[in-house]
């Protein structure tokens, strides 16, 4: 592997759950289960507004994500996150599968694909993560399941967890 190349994500970033991230700026403790969904619709329009900039498949650098890619990650933590958000709902204890965002993007060619596309496809998703949380009734926050790594997660703080993954990388792309 050149050092030109993206470098795999290999940190775990649970720590948001109890830490403001000095990178980005959210502190994902401060937000309360029942507002995700609004504060993820809220966000949609940032995400929609960077894909369509001109220059939303350039990579800043030769290691760094462009808006593009950062983008359809984005649309699939939206969807991986609604399905687990479904597992922890309907299921007792779930343990959620492994996801690999560094393989689906080389898989999933996320540099070629059409930044339009992605823009429309990660607000789709977002309304239906959105609706999905919407739905939780109050005794359903405190619902638990795990990662595959072994992380456990509530339905509060997996929603928190996967608004950190939003707005992080919003703040990488400047939306």
Known sequence: MSNEEIQPDTKDWTWVLSQRCPECGFTAADVDGPAIGGTVRDLVPR?????????????????????????????????????????????????????DQDASALADRYDLQDPLVVADELADAADVVADRFDSVADPQWDRA??????????????GQYFLHDVVHHLHDVHG
Request: hydrophobic share 35%; charged share 30%.
């Open 47 to 99: 995400w929609v507004s960077a894909l369509h900039r001109p220059d939303a498949r350039v990579r800043p650098a030769p290691t760094t994500w462009s808006t593009l890619e950062y983008g359809a990650h984005v649309r699939d933590v939206l969807r991986i996150f609604d399905g687990r958000l479904e597992l922890l709902l309907t299921e007792d204890d779930p343990l959620f599968e492994n996801w």
């Open 145 to 158: 399941g795990r990662r595959s790594n072994g992380s456990e997660f509530t339905v509060r703080t997996l």
